[in-house]
């Protein structure tokens, strides 16, 4: 278990165990070219101009360790600074010479602390490593491209924490089971992907800035995502502009507590997805998939989204979740979906080609569905519009009746070139429109046995193009 010292003014024919510039090596190669399984290499600040490759392997216990001492707890007659490795052979270069910092391909239990990476070309991984390994409070922010392969390159059970990393590529590839990614800034530029993965790999992010998007086609991948924040990301090109986009029905997503906010489109899937305490906001398109399965959002807000379901989403589940102020209809047409326990404020359409048991609406939510359900009675005025589906859309809306005592709901018809068809069913009364005339006022009352929710259906028969629809405007009971 030796500890070795690198320093830039020391020299590679010293022996490396001092921190003096007499004893200590000039250069990180040199170190890496000699540790084994339970050494440490204390580095101190300043600028290395070099690729460093890691000729042997750690193991569990005994780790072979890189640190950079940017405060100089080691290095006694230095000032703190930075630990830099760059591509650049002076500081005044405009050519990047180098395309790789760390290379410990296949390498196994190697750690990696408080090193800064910049100005590395694009052709080849700027870190790579083998399995069981660990990067901390490393930052690869400066001049990183590798678009052809990635920034970081780990196989199984790695973990990277407290980093930032920004490159024009993928920013992690992962071979293997039991990588986690904490507390990291992560930004991938222009239209490349957060990370790549082969078929059987499992990646967790753990609060963690993620400005990028994500894509793959590869089966068997377990995404896992913990109070993360997805922000302010142009679109993977391959991807119709997501946050997260995959093609693969056995690829896996568990959400907990993350936000998406400001994308150009945030999740569209063919897999198996979990969100719970998700915050979708500002966001052109969320969409649980082209053709979801089992799609889940428990507990989860959207808000101020253009469109947040994309318009063939299928088999989605969502319970206690609360829509707020959505421009443009959420629609959900590729059929199978139900909404448990959901609240709506503000919103141009509530959920259409989905089936919703117990919603709370607000005052100014317009209503499109083919089987909805409202346990709340109706307070005061509204307005309830209808539109979009070829086999009728129909909203249930219960209305609170007194045993024996006639009860009459009171509303005004609005109707746009819709399918003659329509109507409001209240208990046993019923009223038919068999054209297209708008009605000015319409009332349909009805006596009940016993104190209870009696269900009144509003059934409208519209065509789905050309905008047609059915409003009810101030609903009175």
């Known amino acids: 278990m030796a500890i070795y010292y690198v320093r830039p003014d020391g020299s590679n024919t010293n022996t490396g165990t001092g921190y003096l510039a007499a004893q200590a090596w000039a250069t990180i190669s040199k170190a890496a070219s000699v540790m084994v399984a339970g050494d440490t290499c204390y580095i101190a600040p300043g600028t290395y101009r070099e690729t460093v490759t890691v000729a042997n392997s750690g193991s569990s216990g005994s780790y072979i360790t ?44 190697i750690n990696l602390t408080n090193i800064d990476i910049e ?4 052709g080849n991984y700027v870190i790579q490593l083998g399995s069981n390994c660990n990067i901390s409070n490393c930052n690869l922010i400066k001049g990183i491209s590798a678009t052809s392969g990635g920034a970081i390159y780990i196989l199984a059970n790695c973990s990277v924490m407290n980093s930032k990393i920004c490159s024009l590529g993928y920013i ?52 896992k995502l913990y109070g993360c924040i997805w922000n302010l990301n142009p679109g993977y090109a391959g991807s119709v502009g997501c946050s ?35 915050l979708v906001k500002d966001i052109y398109n969320f969409s649980a998939g082209m053709a979801a399965v089992n799609a889940t959002f428990s507990y989860s807000q959207f808000e101020n989204c253009q469109n947040p379901f994309y318009s063939t989403v299928s088999g989605m589940t969502l319970s206690n979740c609360y829509f707020k102020n959505n421009d443009l209809p959420i629609a959900g047409g590729g059929g199978g979906s139900t909404a448990v326990n959901c609240r709506f404020y503000g919103n141009a359409q509530v959920p259409g080609g989905i089936i919703l048991t117990s919603p709370v609406y607000g005052e100014t939510d317009v209503v499109a569905g083919i089987a909805t ?30 045993a024996g005592v006639p009860k009459t709901v009171t509303f005004k018809k609005r109707q746009n070139t819709a399918t003659a068809g329509s109507y409001v069913r209240f208990g046993d009364q019923v009223v038919n429109f068999t054209n297209d005339i708008n009605i000015d006022t319409v009332s349909i009352t009805y006596t009940h046995h016993k104190t209870e929710l009696v269900p009144m259906f509003i059934c409208s028969r519209v065509n789905s193009s050309g905008g047609d629809f059915v409003q009810y405007d101030d609903i009175v009971a």
């Open 373 to 402: 359900s409202n346990v709340n009675p109706i307070s005061g005025s509204k307005s309830l519009k209808i539109a979009g589906y070829d086999y009728g859309a129909v909203f249930v809306q219960w209305i609170k009746c007194k």
């Open 119 to 122: 100005n590395q070309k694009d």
């Open 244 to 278: 997260l986009y995959s093609n693969s029905a056995s690829f896996t997503i568990d959400s907990r507590g993350t936000i998406f906010i400001g994308n150009s489109s945030a999740i569209n899937l063919s897999c198996t997805t979990s969100f719970l305490g998700t």
């Open 66 to 109: 890189f640190w950079g001492d940017r405060k100089c707890q080691y290095f006694l007659d230095m000032s703190p600074g930075d630990v830099i490795i760059s591509g650049l052979n002076a500081e005044t270069d405009t050519v990047i010479t180098r395309g790789q910092a760390i290379n410990a391909s296949s390498k196994n239990y």
């Open 172 to 223: 992690f590839y992962f071979s293997g089971l039991g990588n986690i990614v904490t507390n990291c800034i992560l930004k991938s530029k222009g239209s490349s992907a957060l990370f790549s993965a082969p078929t059987t790999s499992s990646i967790e992010f753990d609060h963690c800035i993620i400005d990028s998007s994500y894509t793959s086609s590869s089966a068997g991948i377990a995404l």
